[in-house]
């Protein structure tokens, strides 16, 4: 496998090879736990699944190539790819993050890490100045996520990568909303990229499964160590529905950034519809930054309605039809959200408003379906 290849094609053969064993041209699950010994340390790589498995092994090659990245590790979910990431880091340790985090992410900060001795700062992160005041000796790491969830704020993860150069720390990107497609934040100078291969990189919302990317020879020893020691893996199953949702992955993300634009610009111009936030729109505050770090803009927008009204935000998204009201994003149907009673529920409200999740909120995650039917499912309940 040539890593001057194209995204698509690594897509699809990058970390896969036909099975010594039979000549599956598809990477077959490998489910089983351990692995014969014909004499005590003879094996063939494998010795037992929770520290390495075939069919999770080929996942991790796949993905690390598409992050253009050395290492790559699979987790049970990509809240155990965050909760790893915290255990590179000791008591007394800092960390610096964005304030309109996931709020998993930021219950797991707050409500789990917090408790051991780590101490988390949240504030916005448009420029790397924005932070420089919390920096002190004990600081380790920024986290940064971009795409933001829901409002989607952009940080340019160049400039952010300059000052943890500047201060040593390290740099974490959750680049789930993005996917691996549309951003590479290690080529923009992040230690470890994250994802919630839950969302547009399995694609058909039905795997949990989280990922880091990373090229630090170093950082990959304790993560491993960390994966193995913990025991957060994905099963071999899970790995092999994944490998199959990337084949399609560079189709899909075309396809939702397609209709995205649609939606964002249709949603616009609707006279019941207040702020539209997608970081296509040239009025968009960051919109330079997603246009130079981003290969496009997504499909995921959030708005709010003329009168911020939560009734009609529920009416709203139960009327829909085309969109399923869920948690979640990044799958091929179409979803809406009400992040202040459901994915945002764990932020306080007076945080929450702050960061502009107002009451009648609603996040989309544009699919893959015909624009006309999405569209117009839109119409019909904003009526
Ligand atoms: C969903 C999500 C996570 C958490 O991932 P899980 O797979 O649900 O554990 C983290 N960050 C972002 C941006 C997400 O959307």
């Known amino acids: 496998m040539n890593d001057k290849m194209k995204f698509e094609t690594k897509a699809i053969h ?23 010994q014909p004499r005590p340390g003879e ?28 290492h790559g590790l699979a987790f049970g979910s990509g809240l155990a790819a965050i909760d790893a990431c915290m255990r590179l880091l000791d008591p007394g340790d ?65 400039a952010f990568a300059g000052l943890a ?17 549309l951003q590479n934040p290690l080529d923009l100078g992040a230690h470890i990229v994250m994802h919630s291969v839950t969302k547009y990189i399995g694609g058909h919302s039905d795997v949990i ?22 025991g957060a893996i994905c099963g071999p199953m899970d790995s092999f529905l994944v490998l199959r949702g990337i084949k399609t992955l560079h189709l899909r993300m075309e396809r939702h950034c397609e209709n995205g634009a649609k939606v964002a610009h249709w949603l ?23 246009k130079k770090q981003m290969k496009d803009f997504g499909g995921m927008i959030s708005f709010t309605l003329v009168g911020d009204s939560m009734d009609e935000a529920f009416d709203l998204v139960s009327n829909m039809k085309v969109f399923t009201l869920a948690e979640s994003l990044g799958g091929v149907e179409s ?36 624009i006309d039917d999405i569209i117009t499912d839109l119409e019909q309940a904003l009526s």
């Open 14 to 36: 990058a970390g896969i090879e036909p099975d010594s064993a039979t000549g599956a041209i598809m990477t077959p699950i490998y489910q089983t736990s351990t692995y014969a």
């Open 43 to 70: 094996h063939k790589g494998y010795e037992y699944s929770r520290t390495l498995n075939p069919t999770r092994h080929a996942l991790e090659k796949n993905l690390a190539a598409l992050e253009n990245a050395k």
């Open 94 to 158: 800092e960390v610096i993050s964005t304030n309109d985090l996931y709020g998993g992410t930021y219950r797991l900060f707050t409500k789990v890490h917090q408790r051991y001795g780590l101490k988390f700062h949240f504030t916005g992160m448009q420029n790397p100045s924005d932070i420089e005041g919390l920096i002190n000796e004990n600081t380790k790491m920024i986290w940064v996520e971009t795409p933001t969830n829901p409002t989607m704020n952009i940080i340019d993860i160049e």
């Open 165 to 181: 150069k500047k201060h040593n720390l390290i740099l974490v990107a959750d680049n789930t909303f993005a996917s691996p497609f």
């Open 209 to 230: 499964m989280g990922f880091l990317a990373l090229n630090d020879d170093g950082l990959q020893d304790k993560l491993a160590f960390i994966q193995n020691s913990v």
């Open 268 to 290: 616009k111009a609707h006279p019941k519809v207040d702020k539209v936030y997608w970081p296509g729109f040239e009025s968009h505050p960051n919109h330079a930054v997603a």
């Open 335 to 370: 979803l809406a959200g009400h992040p202040a009673s459901m994915t945002h529920a764990a932020i306080p409200k007076e945080e929450r408003a702050k960061v502009g999740i107002t009451d009648s909120l609603i996040r989309l995650s544009v699919g893959i379906e015909h």
